[in-house]
């Protein structure tokens, strides 16, 4: 862009894990920027993740879920004319669509706004709400096509992945930690997806506390923390195998507890987060906290934690990957049964090693 942008908005409503991933957007706008207004269309269960961050200054909740019904109740077709209108009165001078489907470029059409940006790998027809499509090299990681947004506006590109945990979130995980009885550091797993094809072998999750019991300890870990999503309560029950953990560890099971900002205070206090393909893994490089994380289906190089890839177990490592491969709970599992109990073993001692020389 030849003229400073005034006003900014940055659509990407969802989902968790891609909303962290396009924080290093708003960042170099921020830094390049620093007195336009920057505002940003999050899904409204979302809106935590980026509610409290230092350089954004308004998000703009969108309520997908309650806009679904749009096509049967005249009363929220009414109510999503309405938002659209509010969206467009805001009179940005760039928007940029981040997320590249239908409804982000229906977003970013109708502000009207005299700059409108999308990435290439945009689909769904989104680019016709755009007015300039910005190309990445083949096989970017998904945080260097966000840069390259921010690169094709005039911004310097910023690999800041920071993220803030809202405040009430961090004052309900201390006082939670300490009702628990966690006065130490801690290590979170992050076991359950809702994709089947993401999902590690449950038994593996049993065998491997079992291996890295001594490690933990070794490193003043005695408190082992599991999280997830509401509805994989079941998931992590199963997983986590409570009655068989290894003493001195003990076992806290918050699945289905935690909002998106408490499982950010919760992940922001651990030592380590051990994860699936899911929003944790990327919460953790946001947060500053040590990540190991098992891929199958999905390409570390290009979806897994930024610029720490080398600490990712890769099932699908030799298979010709498609897009849409993790969806299959057949081709997606059999990737993720490639992992085994000492490969991810390994990489844990290695990163609980390399934060204890740091």
Same mark, same amino acid.
């Given at each position: 862009?030849?003229?400073?942008?005034?006003?900014?908005?940055?659509?990407?409503?969802?989902?968790?894990?891609?909303?962290?991933?396009?924080?290093?957007?708003?960042?170099?706008?921020?830094? =390049?920027?620093?007195?336009?207004?920057?505002?940003?269309?999050?899904?409204?269960?979302?809106?935590?993740?980026? %509610?409290?961050?230092? /350089?954004?200054?308004?998000?703009? =909740?969108?309520?997908?879920?309650?806009?679904?019904?749009? $096509?049967?109740?005249?009363?929220?077709?009414?109510?999503?004319?309405?938002?659209?209108? &509010?969206?467009?009165?805001?009179?940005?001078?760039?928007?940029?669509? /981040?997320?590249?489907?239908?409804?982000?470029?229906?977003?970013? $059409?109708?502000?009207?706004?005299?700059?409108? #940006?999308?990435?290439?790998?945009?689909?769904?027809?989104?680019?016709?709400?755009?007015?300039?499509?910005?190309?990445?090299?083949?096989?970017?990681?998904?945080?260097?096509?966000?840069? !390259?947004?921010?690169?094709? #506006?005039?911004?310097?590109? %910023?690999?800041?992945?920071?993220?803030?945990?809202?405040?009430?979130?961090?004052?309900?995980?201390?006082?939670?930690?300490?009702?628990?009885?966690?006065?130490?550091?801690?290590?979170?797993?992050?076991?359950?997806?809702?994709?089947?094809?993401?999902?590690?072998?449950?038994?593996?999750? !049993?065998?491997?506390? !079992?291996?890295?019991?001594?490690?933990?300890?070794?490193?003043?870990?005695?408190?082992?923390?599991?999280?997830? /999503?509401?509805?994989?309560?079941? !998931?992590?029950?199963?997983?986590?195998?409570?009655?068989?953990?290894?003493?001195?560890?003990?076992?806290?099971?918050?699945?289905?507890?935690?909002?998106?900002?408490?499982?950010? &205070? #919760?992940?922001?206090?651990?030592?380590?987060?051990?994860?699936?393909?899911?929003?944790?893994?990327?919460?953790?490089?946001?947060?500053?906290?040590?990540?190991?994380?098992?891929?199958?289906?999905?390409?570390?190089?290009?979806?897994?934690?930024?610029?720490?890839?080398? $600490?990712?177990?890769?099932?699908?490592?030799?298979?010709?990957?498609?897009?849409?491969?993790?969806?299959? %709970?057949?081709?997606?599992?059999?990737?993720?049964?490639?992992?085994?109990?000492?490969?991810?073993?390994?990489?844990?001692?290695?990163?609980?090693?390399?934060?204890?020389?740091?």
């Amino acid at each position: 862009m030849r003229t400073v942008p005034r006003r900014i908005l940055i659509v990407r409503p969802s989902a968790f894990g891609d909303v962290c991933r396009t924080v290093p957007l708003l960042w170099s706008l921020r830094k =390049s920027f620093p007195e336009a207004v920057i505002d940003w269309v999050v899904e409204d269960v979302w809106a935590p993740a980026v %509610a409290e961050h230092p /350089a954004i200054d308004r998000v703009v =909740s969108f309520p997908k879920r309650t806009f679904r019904s749009i $096509w049967r109740s005249p009363r929220v077709a009414l109510q999503a004319a309405r938002w659209l209108w &509010a969206l467009r009165a805001r009179k940005y001078d760039l928007v940029i669509d /981040a997320q590249g489907l239908a409804r982000s470029g229906l977003m970013s $059409w109708i502000t009207g706004a005299p700059v409108r #940006v999308v990435g290439d790998s945009c689909r769904e027809f989104s680019w016709l709400g755009a007015n300039r499509r910005v190309s990445s090299p083949r096989g970017s990681h998904v945080v260097d096509s966000m840069l !390259q947004l921010a690169a094709a #506006v005039g911004a310097n590109p %910023a690999a800041d992945m920071r993220l803030a945990v809202p405040s009430a979130d961090v004052e309900w995980w201390n006082g939670e930690r300490k009702w628990r009885g966690i006065d130490g550091p801690l290590v979170v797993f992050a076991t359950a997806n809702g994709w089947a094809g993401k999902r590690w072998i449950p038994t593996r999750w !049993q065998q491997l506390l !079992q291996i890295i019991a001594p490690d933990l300890s070794r490193h003043g870990i005695h408190d082992v923390v599991w999280i997830g /999503a509401p509805g994989e309560e079941d !998931q992590v029950a199963w997983n986590q195998g409570c009655e068989s953990l290894p003493t001195p560890l003990r076992s806290h099971n918050l699945s289905g507890l935690t909002s998106v900002g408490g499982t950010m &205070a #919760v992940v922001k206090s651990a030592s380590l987060v051990v994860a699936l393909d899911s929003a944790p893994a990327h919460l953790a490089i946001g947060l500053g906290v040590p990540v190991v994380a098992l891929y199958g289906a999905t390409d570390p190089n290009t979806d897994g934690p930024y610029q720490a890839q080398e $600490w990712c177990a890769h099932g699908g490592r030799g298979f010709k990957l498609d897009r849409h491969d993790y969806r299959s %709970a057949t081709k997606g599992g059999e990737m993720m049964a490639r992992i085994s109990v000492e490969e991810v073993a390994t990489l844990i001692r290695k990163r609980l090693l390399l934060g204890a020389e740091s």
